[in-house]
């Protein structure tokens, strides 16, 4: 017996993201200026009028516990947003107000046990899997392609289905490519999942920033609210990735196990923030239009600077705030990330972080000043040059 790391940690790694901020947050301790196009969030503060919202909560004694699904109000809120724009028609009993992060964490605890297969886009967010696997279940990962613009297309998904498929996970826009599904991707993947009586995870924490075509939600399409578990939040349209604050829409069968999952860890989200987040959803919108306006104009710069670099091979991400460039030189994606931070002093991830499908690629998160993103690619090209 003894002190021994429980046997679910098995197979699950340091995130590959986490790594490349630990080495970053160590050269600027030593007092190296390093300029970050690592960070998964927005350089803009959080709005004046939601920050205010949540002081004013706090002032007032607002600072308990709150029911675990969330304070009635922002329940209501979430529930009219996503009839609204997501086509999703729900109650506020079908809304769960967690972190993004952890109502996905919550949603696989409650509905993948052990040796349940959950398909995940590679390259995809770093987390999937490692949540798959604690969890008890088995990511089988869908390998993207550059041709398809790293669409998860449903002839990719019908490859990787098998009869211990219990969930698909679909991010878009997504990290890290900023890739924007399509409807027909949608709706063949809709098709699987109702043919195959299979469950959807839709994450679309990056819903507002679709710069190209339009957003769609996956539980908007016919017969699939039922077996669709909707994550998005309030980090990156709002800029508030430090308020752990998020949510979950899904009808009441499915909420009611993962709701029983938040009472018995998280309890509920942090009270004031809640009351900063109703104030995101109520208040005026100018400030989600101006931070998308400023997103869109880097985009198409570090896009611009990339392709003409002659280094890079980059296409034009149509959602998020990631630029996924393929590079020309034979390294592997880490080793070049190392070497850009030590010697060209510019954060970036590695594409391997994402999974095999990533390397040979770059995350560039364009999340940053102009001035910094110019900066930035004159030392990555200076540097490549030697390299
Ligand atoms: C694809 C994706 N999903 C979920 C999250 C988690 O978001 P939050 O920080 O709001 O929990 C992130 C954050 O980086 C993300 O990139």
Same mark, same amino acid.
């Not at 880097?298 to 392709?307: A, C, K, Q």
């Given at each position: 017996? =003894?002190?021994?790391?429980?046997?679910?940690?098995?197979?699950?790694?340091? +995130?590959?993201?986490?790594?490349?901020?630990?080495? *970053?947050?160590?050269?600027?301790?030593?007092?190296?200026?390093?300029?970050?196009?690592?960070?998964?969030?927005?350089?803009?503060?959080?709005? %004046?009028?939601?920050?205010?919202?949540?002081?004013?909560?706090?002032?007032?004694?607002?600072?308990?516990?709150?029911?675990?699904?969330?304070?009635?109000?922002?329940?209501?809120?979430?529930?009219?947003? +996503?009839?609204?724009?997501?086509?999703?028609?729900?109650?506020?009993?079908?809304? &769960?107000?967690?972190?993004?992060?952890?109502?996905? !964490?919550?949603?696989?605890?409650?509905?993948?046990?052990?040796?349940?297969?959950?398909?995940?886009?590679?390259?995809?967010?770093?987390?999937?899997?490692?949540?798959?696997?604690?969890?008890?279940?088995?990511?089988?990962?869908?390998?993207?392609? *550059?041709?398809?613009?790293?669409?998860?297309?449903?002839?990719?998904?019908?490859?990787?289905?098998?009869?211990?498929?219990?969930?698909?996970?679909?991010?878009?826009?997504?990290?890290?490519?900023?890739?924007?599904?399509?409807?027909?991707?949608?709706?063949?993947?809709?098709?699987?999942?109702?043919?195959?009586?299979?469950?959807?995870?839709?994450?679309?924490?990056?819903?507002?920033?679709?710069?190209?075509?339009?957003?769609?939600?996956?539980?908007?399409?016919? $017969?699939?609210?039922?077996?669709?578990?909707?994550?998005?939040?309030?980090?990156? +349209?709002? %800029?508030?990735?430090?308020?752990?604050? =998020?949510?979950?829409?899904?009808?009441?069968? &499915?909420?009611?196990?993962?709701?029983?999952?938040?009472?018995? +860890?998280?309890?509920?989200?942090?009270?004031?923030?809640?009351?900063?987040?109703?104030?995101?959803?109520?208040?005026?919108?100018?400030?989600?239009?101006?931070?998308?306006?400023?997103?869109?104009?880097?985009?198409? !710069?570090?896009?611009?600077?990339?392709?003409?670099? $002659?280094?890079? *091979?980059?296409?034009?991400?149509?959602? %998020?705030?990631?630029?996924?460039?393929?590079?020309?030189?034979?390294?592997?994606?880490?080793?070049?990330?190392?070497?850009?931070?030590?010697?060209?002093?510019? =954060?970036?991830?590695?594409?391997?972080?994402?999974?095999?499908?990533?390397?040979? !690629?770059?995350?560039?998160?364009?999340?940053?000043?102009?001035?910094?993103?110019?900066?930035?690619?004159?030392?990555?090209?200076?540097?490549?040059?030697?390299?």
């Amino acid at each position: 017996m =003894g002190i021994r790391v429980a046997p679910r940690m098995r197979g699950v790694a340091e +995130s590959g993201t986490v790594r490349m901020g630990n080495l *970053e947050r160590e050269l600027r301790a030593r007092g190296v200026q390093v300029i970050s196009f690592a960070l998964g969030e927005p350089d803009f503060d959080t709005p %004046a009028h939601i920050k205010e919202a949540a002081a004013e909560a706090l002032r007032s004694g607002f600072t308990h516990y709150t029911a675990s699904r969330g304070i009635p109000e922002l329940r209501a809120a979430i529930a009219e947003k +996503s009839a609204r724009e997501n086509g999703i028609p729900c109650t506020p009993d079908e809304v &769960l107000v967690t972190p993004a992060k952890l109502g996905i !964490y919550e949603a696989m605890m409650a509905f993948v046990g052990e040796g349940d297969e959950v398909i995940v886009p590679d390259p995809g967010w770093v987390s999937y899997g490692p949540m798959v696997g604690l969890a008890g279940g088995r990511p089988v990962n869908v390998r993207l392609r *550059e041709e398809d613009d790293f669409r998860m297309t449903p002839e990719l998904v019908a490859m990787a289905v098998s009869p211990r498929t219990r969930m698909i996970i679909v991010n878009s826009p997504s990290n890290p490519t900023g890739t924007v599904m399509t409807g027909a991707d949608f709706r063949g993947i809709a098709d699987i999942a109702r043919d195959r009586d299979l469950l959807v995870l839709s994450d679309e924490i990056y819903e507002k920033l679709v710069y190209d075509g339009r957003h769609i939600s996956i539980a908007s399409l016919d $017969g699939m609210q039922e077996r669709t578990i909707t994550s998005s939040g309030f980090s990156k +349209s709002y %800029a508030m990735t430090g308020w752990r604050v =998020g949510w979950l829409v899904a009808p009441k069968a &499915l909420m009611g196990p993962i709701d029983t999952i938040q009472q018995h +860890s998280l309890t509920c989200c942090t009270s004031f923030a809640q009351k900063g987040a109703l104030a995101a959803l109520k208040g005026p919108q100018d400030c989600v239009t101006r931070m998308f306006e400023e997103f869109r104009r880097r985009r198409d !710069y570090i896009v611009g600077r990339l392709n003409s670099s $002659g280094l890079f *091979e980059c296409r034009r991400p149509s959602g %998020a705030f990631y630029a996924f460039p393929r590079y020309h030189l034979k390294r592997p994606s880490l080793e070049l990330a190392e070497r850009l931070l030590s010697e060209a002093h510019v =954060g970036l991830t590695p594409g391997s972080a994402f999974g095999a499908g990533g390397e040979g !690629y770059l995350r560039i998160s364009y999340a940053n000043s102009m001035e910094n993103l110019g900066k930035g690619m004159d030392a990555i090209e200076q540097a490549m040059g030697r390299f």
